[in-house]
């Protein structure tokens, strides 16, 4: 499966990238170090230290790596410190975190794609990148204030923690990690489940691979250690992800297999959390609260409630705790017909 997104991503144009921040504390606070691994398969990989070592690490097929670290501009919280390590005077004089025409530029030039070239908007990775980091880079000016393709391995992860917590294929699985050997004896979910480890990276990690990754949190260590998870989630889950139609252009069947990666956990119409299907038929608009003062009974018991709900921003923000609501399910509290695949 990791061979059939390469050759998705090569017929389409699309990067790949997976991405990771450490930041001067919680909430989405400056970033103090960040890192990328680039795959675009139609690109012959980039010769450098960064690049070489990340490859040896990672799924086959890396064209670029890059890490950085930055100045926030700001103390860094001791708690933040504890985690990655990074003291104030480990960044002091560095690329500034806001205004550095680089940082920002790479950001952008991957989100925007070259018209000129042929070359698409990128396909943006991370784990609890969809609820942190995408939202902070849009906080930053890193990335647009648009819609985005973002593959989350944690959303990922805990969908199948719940869905089906056991591998489906195996026999299947590909060489193309480095680090444990691939054999099913290594592989801690096979005997266990899935859903016996954290959604975190690091229980993730040792789920799929048996072990711990040598590093973590480090933004470099991190985003290798996502790329081999979403690997394994690709391969050992494979009947999971639609097939591919020989009917239809490869964008198309890019669109279906990001698509259902991100597609909600069981009977959730989305990842906002806030309504579920109402499988026990209690309600006549066909769906219940699952969050909230609310919860269990139908969506339809406040309209007061229902309207402030709606009023939240449509993706998440990145703020701790902070919620949201999604397009899908605004259409739905809103009366509307429910659109065909919830993000």
């Given at each position: 499966m990791w061979q059939r997104l390469l050759d998705l991503l090569d017929a389409t144009r699309r990067?790949?990238?997976?991405?990771?921040?450490?930041?001067?504390?919680?909430g989405g606070k400056p970033p103090v170090e960040f890192a990328a691994l680039v795959w675009s398969p139609w690109e012959m990989p980039v010769d450098d230290e960064e690049t070489r070592r990340a490859a040896a690490l990672v799924p086959p097929g890396l064209t670029y790596a890059v890490q950085m670290r930055l100045d926030p501009l700001c103390p860094i919280d001791p708690g933040a410190t504890r985690v990655h390590r990074i003291r104030d005077e480990d960044v002091r004089g560095r690329c500034t975190a806001y205004n550095d025409l680089e940082v920002a530029g790479f950001f952008q030039g991957y989100a925007a794609g070259d018209a000129a070239d042929g070359v698409g908007p990128a396909v943006w990775v991370g784990h609890n990148a969809?609820?942190?980091?995408?939202?902070?880079?849009r906080r930053w000016g890193y990335l647009p204030d648009a819609d985005l393709d973002v593959v989350d391995t944690m959303r990922v992860v805990r969908r199948m923690q719940r869905e089906m917590p056991f591998p489906l294929s195996i026999d299947v699985l590909s060489p193309a990690c480095a680090g444990f050997p691939d054999h099913t004896g290594n592989v801690s979910c096979v005997h266990n489940g899935l859903d016996a480890y954290g959604s975190s990276l690091i229980g993730a990690y040792v789920a799929l691979y048996g072990g711990r990754p040598d590093e973590s949190h480090g933004a470099m260590a991190d985003v290798c250690s996502t790329a081999r998870v979403l690997c394994r989630l690709l391969d050992l889950w494979s009947p999971m992800w639609p097939p591919a139609r020989l009917d239809l252009p490869a964008s198309a069947n890019l669109s279906a297999l990001l698509a259902a990666l991100d597609a909600p956990e069981?009977?959730?119409?989305?990842?906002?959390?806030?309504?579920?299907?109402?499988?026990?038929?209690?309600?006549?608009?066909?769906y219940l609260w699952a969050r909230g003062k609310h919860k269990g009974r139908p969506a339809d018991c406040d309209p007061s409630y229902r309207q402030w709900v709606m009023g939240l921003p449509r993706r998440p923000t990145g703020g701790d705790g902070e919620s949201w609501c999604s397009q899908h399910t605004a259409d739905i509290l809103g009366g509307l017909r429910p659109m065909a695949v919830a993000r």
């Open positions: 990067p790949l990238v997976v991405l990771d921040f450490e930041t001067a504390g919680l969809a609820g942190a980091d995408v939202p902070w880079a069981p009977g959730r119409v989305s990842w906002d959390g806030w309504l579920a299907e109402d499988e026990m038929k209690l309600a006549k608009t066909g």
